[in-house]
């Protein structure tokens, strides 16, 4: 059985997952644009000896390919903030975007400064880099590139959570998209499993609620069945959207044949 959980507030992970019946959840532990290292949590020992299994997304400010200096150095030290603060409350894994290179360069220069970021991480927490919507000078858009990325980083275990939504609107097919993922880092450790309010190629990075967006709902739920990894939704909404969101995967994984 596929773990299938939500992106939820996160100021009480454990009960916001009792309320959608589940023992997964992804969470942010500060603002998602803020470089500023969370705060202690008073309930950090509580989370971490919870049966929920808490993933946790890093900001969004993070790029630690950035060619600039005032981006990629405090990008490498909030990083290092977050995964301390994710290991106080025993998280399964920390999200983090690919990012994107600027100023003329191309997307591989960006490779070695992520090296660098992980290499100076001393931590066991896994890593996992995301796929992006947009950007012609990102990391880990187009498929291709993450294969070349992983090329530079594979030996240093990164895993990787490939977002439905961000494959869609940047221009990757998601027919044959697991398989493509794994031959490029032979793994996928999450699934963000996200409808898109926008067409293919879009470039927009706008989620939808499962079902009610463009991509085909056969193609989700095959991306969920072939992947075969815990599976997050990041979809608009509170506890009943996201209630009708997971039944809707539910009840399709347990039903729908998979595809020819």
């Given amino acids: 059985m596929i773990a299938v959980g939500a ?3 996160g100021e009480d ?9 589940v023992d997964l959840v992804q969470v942010f532990l500060g603002p998602p644009q803020s470089w500023k290292k969370p705060p202690p949590r008073p309930d950090a020992q509580k989370l971490k000896a919870s049966p929920v299994n808490i993933y946790v997304h890093a900001p969004y400010r993070l790029n630690v390919a950035s060619p600039n200096n005032r981006i990629r150095i405090p990008s490498r030290k909030t990083l290092a903030n977050i995964v301390d603060a994710a290991e106080q409350i025993g998280a399964a894994g920390l999200i983090v975007h ?8 191309t997307v591989e220069d960006g490779f070695p400064r992520w090296r660098k970021a992980l290499q100076i991480l001393e931590t066991d927490l896994p890593i996992l880099i995301e796929n992006t919507a947009s950007g012609d000078n990102a990391q880990a ?5 993450v294969a070349r990325l ?3 980083i594979g030996d240093l275990t990164p895993g990787f959570c490939l977002d439905t939504c961000h494959a869609w609107a940047g221009g990757e097919p998601l027919e044959g998209v697991v398989e493509r993922v794994l031959e490029a880092t032979g793994r996928i450790d999450l699934v963000h499993l996200n409808d898109s309010r926008d067409g293919f190629d879009s470039r927009r990075d706008r989620h939808a609620n499962l079902g009610e967006g463009h991509i085909p709902g ?5 991306i969920v069945r072939q992947a075969g990894a815990p599976t997050i939704i990041e979809t608009p909404g509170g506890i009943a959207e996201h209630n009708t969101d997971l039944d809707w995967i539910r009840n399709r994984l347990a039903t729908a ?4």
């Fill in 13 to 21: 992970p454990v009960n916001e997952a009792l309320a959608r019946g």
């Fill in 7 to 9: 992106h939820v507030p």
């Fill in 141 to 145: 858009r187009r498929i291709d590139d």
């Fill in 257 to 260: 044949p998979a595809l020819a």
């Fill in 150 to 152: 992983w090329e530079v």
């Fill in 218 to 222: 056969d193609l989700l739920v095959e």
């Fill in 98 to 105: 690919g990012g994107h290179v600027t100023g003329g360069e």
